[in-house]
């Protein structure tokens, strides 16, 4: 049995294959043999057909799994507008965005929503050029959106990022403007491309790998849960009685889109309604009276949210009392649109 070491630090090298290793320092000197042992050990998993690229990814790109979202809006010197989108890591210890990315035309946006499950005009826009920093205040907080599912980026680095020019700003302590990476693609995400196998219609296949599809399903579960107040295992369990399965496992691939569009429709319904604690301790028929007014008037609970905290102070976490469903009307009959 070889002798147990204590762990003194880690360290970050490079196969000359391109793939980076974290290797464990023990807290004693390490031999070129062993050194050399491991160097071995990683060209063979290679030559086993281990990749040293993850699969969807092209050369020097990295995928980061992403659970928030904050909408910006950018002002371009020709008076057009460009849909901005800083992207959270789904980790709730990194505070700040990972990525920015920049949606230059209705097929960019498109395929952000079809990526992260988000409709871009549910998401209140956030007023300001600076990073919002998760957790640090409601107000800033209330713009950080969860995604309905967490979703993957993936980026490349950036050839404008200059490494001397970085450390001179944070030595001065100014900005650096440029990101070190940019936006490549969306990992996981098919375009719908003309079906091979089906009707002669012109009719189009949007089927994505099974993998990401049972992701979106297990997120779609857990938000749900997060929603009503139950558990993961409740909402999974009465998912698998509707559709007459024993487990979530036990779809079959070729019905897992259309599960996931059920699912989404269903968190979609649930969150465009109040929720318990939102509605606090108000009677049920004051509730159902607000939102028929509410609809009459063209706006829903999802105007109801964006403009709560900050226009009307209402805490909506809280639950509401008569005088807020009463400032909450005043609002919808000030601001009356067409009826959706």
Not at 131 to 154: H, L, N, Y
Not at 242 to 268: M, S
Not at 269 to 275: A, F, L, M, N, R
Not at 289 to 297: F, R, V
């Amino acid at each position: 049995m070889s002798e147990e070491r204590n762990v003194a630090g880690w360290v970050e090298l490079y196969h000359p294959a391109g793939v980076k290793v974290k290797l464990a320092l023990p807290d004693t000197v390490v031999v070129v043999d062993t050194w050399g042992w491991m160097l071995a050990s990683v060209t063979n998993a290679i030559s086993a057909g281990w990749l040293t690229t993850a699969p969807g990814l092209e050369e020097g790109e990295e995928k980061q799994e992403i659970g928030y979202v904050v909408h910006k809006v950018k002002n371009n010197d020709d008076g057009t507008d460009t849909d901005v989108v800083d992207l959270y890591a789904n980790n709730d210890g990194m505070k700040f965005s990972v990525l920015t990315v920049y949606l230059n035309s209705d097929e960019e946006a498109t395929a952000f929503e079809t990526a992260s499950g988000l409709k871009l005009n549910d998401i209140p826009v956030y007023v300001g050029s600076d990073k919002i920093e998760r957790g640090k205040s409601r107000q800033g907080d209330k713009f950080i959106i969860k995604a309905p599912r967490p979703f993957f980026v993936a980026s490349k680095a950036n050839p404008k990022w200059n490494a001397d020019e970085a450390k001179r700003a944070a030595e001065t302590q100014k900005m650096y403007p440029v990101p070190r990476r940019k936006f490549s693609s969306w990992p996981g995400l098919v375009i719908s491309q003309p079906s091979t196998v089906g009707p002669a219609n012109g009719e189009q296949s949007t089927a994505a790998h099974p993998e990401m599809m049972r992701h979106e399903l297990s997120g779609t579960l857990k938000q749900i849960a997060e929603w009503t107040s139950r558990t993961y295992e409740q909402v999974a369990k009465e998912f698998c009685d509707k559709v007459g399965l024993a487990n979530v496992d036990a779809l079959k691939p070729e019905r897992l889109q259309g599960a996931c569009e059920y699912l989404r429709k269903e968190l979609q319904d649930i969150q465009s309604k109040p929720t318990k604690a939102e509605i606090g301790k108000l009677p049920t028929a004051v509730v159902d009276d607000l939102l028929k007014t509410l609809k009459q008037n063209g706006h829903s609970w999802f105007d109801v949210r964006k403009i709560a905290y900050e226009n009307l102070k209402v805490d909506l976490a809280k639950g509401m009392t008569l005088d807020d469903v009463a400032k909450i009307d005043n609002w919808s009959a000030k601001h009356k649109t067409k009826a959706r």
